[in-house]
Antibody, heavy 124, light 111 residues
């Protein structure tokens, strides 16, 4: 059974950098599409982007392109989400999740495995 | 702003049926892309409730059903129970954005 285990909560100041992680437990993530989803306080879910470690195929939502970097280390079975300069508006819970690519290669199936979420607080 | 539109809240008494609508456009739901529904309790990660418009994963009660018509999708919850009190999110794919997209979520209150 695939489980995704995320790193712990973070408290940062505006302008600082951050890299949070998502480790596959019991299964290598090398051949899984791993998505990242943001949930701001009291708000809905926002799809940020997705990464395929096997060939480093990376796809971002236009809303998050240039704002974050999604990556992975196949050997560690770990995916990452990073910021170079945090803003207060980045305060949210971030989920990693498994979301398979659709048959067409363009769309996606439903998310069937979620990490437990990483709370990121950015405050001066 | 969310690409898919959901009502912020719905409510119903135990035993009743409630419907949650997810409205998109010709670039997403209306283009034929599948709609998925998730249930989320406070402080926990979402869980898939319906995928591919109307398919229930193993373990999801048949009180939950999904359908689609045109550019809208619908989640129906029959025989409401207190434990259904949660947030519900719809998701699809948008060909203009080339991204998976969510609705803003609907808070279901069981009265």
């Amino acid at each position: 059974e695939v489980q995704l285990v995320q790193s712990g909560p973070e408290v940062k100041k505006p302008g600082e950098s951050l890299k949070i992680s998502c480790k596959g437990s019991g299964y290598s993530i090398a051949n899984l599409w791993i998505a990242w989803v943001r949930q701001m306080p009291g708000r809905g879910l926002e799809w940020m982007g997705i990464f395929y470690p096997a060939d480093s195929d990376t796809r971002y939502s236009p809303s998050f392109q240039g704002q974050v970097t999604i990556s992975a280390d196949k050997s560690l079975s770990t995916a990452y989400l990073q910021w170079s300069s945090l803003k207060a508006s980045d305060t949210a819970i971030y989920y990693c999740a498994r979301q398979a690519l659709g048959i067409s290669g363009d769309d996606y199936y439903a998310i069937d495995v979620w990490g437990q979420g990483t709370a990121v607080t950015v405050s001066s | 702003q969310y690409v898919l539109t959901q009502p912020p809240s719905v409510s119903g008494a135990p035993g009743q049926t409630v419907n949650i609508t997810c409205t998109g456009n010709s670039s997403n739901i209306g283009a034929g892309y599948g709609v998925h529904w998730y249930q989320q309790f406070p402080g926990t990660a979402p869980k898939v409730l319906i995928y591919g418009n109307n398919i229930r994963p193993l373990g999801v009660p048949d009180r939950f059903s999904g359908s689609k018509s045109g550019a809208s999708a619908f989640l129906a919850i029959a025989g409401l129970r207190a434990e259904d009190d949660a947030d519900y999110h719809c998701q699809s794919f948008d060909s203009s954005l080339r991204s998976s997209v969510f609705g803003g979520g609907t808070k279901l209150t069981v009265l």
